[in-house]
């Protein structure tokens, strides 16, 4: 799956403490200062606020404003509650979003955008009625409307009315055919109809018209869901259209992505060799493929290329250091990866892979403090509890600060029944075998798995578990799946997230014998 820690936050914050917008905010405080009723400045600092993801401050700044803005203030009052109602959206808060864009419609009921967003809040909450009324009230006062027919469509999908949801969405595409927006809407509505290969094509036209960046991420989103029907799409547009790079590109890092590296590196050659793209991603990401295929000496000359391509060569240098560390080069492996920390000070990934290669070189206490500041900076990644947990109890023998660690991790408020979680982790290492056994059984009964990697998973908790059978059964059909990931299947011991205790005897070597041809 693709996916990755978020930095939201932390980038935020950065970017409050540019020096302009200090600069400027210093001036906000300063004006509120001398006048704390001035409703005006409180606007434009929630403004600020809101830019950089600071909602409560927002928040709080727009509920001043409201609060001081005069009644005959039409204009502003308007303006206060549309940011008010977006930054509910943002805290997904429907409910309350939706009373702030129902006063902004009452304030200017011509407000194209504050119906709309009315209409969306009615939509979220399942007022489908109301919401069937405003996107209505959209098309008639304009009929060439996108965001009313895909609204009116997602509605018919909810009524069950099939025929019609895909008439709305194909009159919007036939007014605005050179719009990619258009086709990211459809593409939604047809993930609704069930119809995902509709729906990557539709987003590969999105890409095709303009490199759009919602349609690359939606077609990120289809492949966690959906991976064959993504890879079908994406190899008839390369059948059709061979000499476009782009859609081998895009093959490539979904194959990645997905463990499918046999597949990826295949379009990573094709584009260099037909010199259809030539630039250092291309080269790293062939290494990082070539790693999990264990093809360690191939890994580390792309790698290296990579680096020499690009000044900005941060993530090559992680690639680098867990090339190293593979090989046992400790040493080659601490320069590289400090060297990356250094030109990515707030890369998650190259402070974990310090903090392994740490546990690799027996400095446990260092390793432990790294991994509970990446707990600090972001408590809700269940990864981060695994490393921690893992030093403490094989590296610091401290099984019982280990334990409390893996409550706290039991406790984080996410979905426990997605995979993703790896709640069933926390439940095994803080003793509870039979309540960790019953969430992989869920898990794997709610969620679709169509790579392989959720099967990887729940075989790496069997395995943990002493469940030999079961992990051995899990892994087959991971490898069935295409999961080829083979540091993870054979070298892989990090965070008791594996399957090392698989590798005794010959069984693992006869099934990934059995399966070679995935690796090729």
């Known amino acids: 799956m693709i996916a990755g820690v978020c930095l939201g936050s932390a980038n935020a914050q950065e970017g409050l403490n540019d020096p302009m917008t200090k600069a400027m905010m210093d001036v906000y405080n300063q004006e509120l200062a001398q006048n704390p009723q001035s409703y005006e400045i409180y606007f434009r600092r929630a403004n600020e606020y809101y830019k950089f993801n600071q909602y ?11 609060k001081y803005t005069p009644a005959n203030d039409s204009d502003m009052l308007f303006q206060c509650h549309m940011l008010k109602g977006d930054i509910y959206l943002m805290l997904d808060k429907q409910t309350e979003a939706l009373k702030e864009f129902t006063e902004a419609t009452r304030l ?11 209409a969306n809040c009615e939509y979220e909450t ?3 009625a109301q919401a069937k009324i405003d996107y209505n009230r959209l098309r008639s006062n304009n009929g060439r409307s996108a965001e009313a027919l895909t609204g009116l469509a997602r509605i018919a999908v909810k009524e069950h009315n099939l025929g019609l949801a895909s008439e709305y969405m194909d009159d919007a595409v036939a007014m605005m055919p050179a719009d990619s927006d258009i ?28 490199n759009s960046p919602k349609a690359f991420q939606q077609l990120i989103e289809v492949s966690n869901e959906d991976y064959p029907a993504v890879i079908t799409a994406l190899s008839n547009a390369v059948h059709q259209a061979p000499e476009q790079g782009m859609f081998y590109y895009i093959r490539a890092v979904i194959a990645q992505a997905h463990d499918h590296f046999p597949s990826a590196i295949a379009d990573y050659n094709k584009i260099i060799d037909e010199n259809m793209y030539n630039y250092a991603g291309i080269y790293g990401s062939l290494a990082e493929c070539q790693y999990a295929l264990c093809n360690f000496s191939e890994a580390l000359e792309n790698v290296n290329k990579a680096i020499g391509m690009s000044r900005d060569n941060g993530e090559y240098l992680v ?19 400090d060297s990356a920390i250094e030109k990515l000070p707030s890369s998650a990934e190259a ?12 400095r446990y206490d260092e390793a432990s403090t790294l991994f509970g500041e990446l707990i600090m900076d972001a408590p809700d990644v269940p990864m981060n509890y695994l490393l921690r947990g893992w030093v403490m109890t094989d590296g610091q023998k401290k099984s019982a600060d280990a334990l409390n660690l893996y409550r706290r991790m039991a406790s984080i408020e996410t979905d426990t029944n997605s995979v993703q979680s790896l709640h069933g982790f926390a439940l095994l290492f803080s003793g509870k075998k039979e309540e960790a056994l019953k969430w992989a059984e869920s898990a794997l009964n709610n969620e679709k798995d169509s790579d392989g990697r959720k099967h990887y998973i729940v075989a790496c908790l069997y395995a943990q ?31 008791r997230m594996n399957v090392a205790p698989l590798r005794e005897g010959s069984r693992l070597t006869t099934l990934l014998a059995n399966y070679s041809y995935i690796f090729e």
């Open 56 to 66: 409560l401050r927002a928040l709080s700044d727009i509920d001043n404003a409201l």
């Open 108 to 118: 200017d009921p011509t407000s194209f955008m504050a119906l709309y967003q009315k």
């Open 126 to 128: 399942g007022d489908y």
């Open 183 to 210: 086709y990211v809407r459809r593409s939604s509505v047809r993930r609704m109809l069930g119809n995902n290969t509709g729906a990557v094509d539709d987003l590969l036209m999105a890409i095709s018209i303009n």
């Open 319 to 337: 690639t680098l250091a867990k090339i190293c560390r593979a090989q046992q080069r400790y040493d080659d492996a601490m320069r590289a990866i």
């Open 351 to 362: 402070k974990a892979e310090k903090g392994r290669l740490l546990f690799s070189t027996g």
């Open 465 to 495: 578990a002493g469940e030999t059978d079961r992990a051995f059964d899990c892994l087959e059909t991971a490898l069935n799946k295409g999961y080829a990931n083979r540091y993870n299947l054979t070298v892989n011991d990090d965070a």
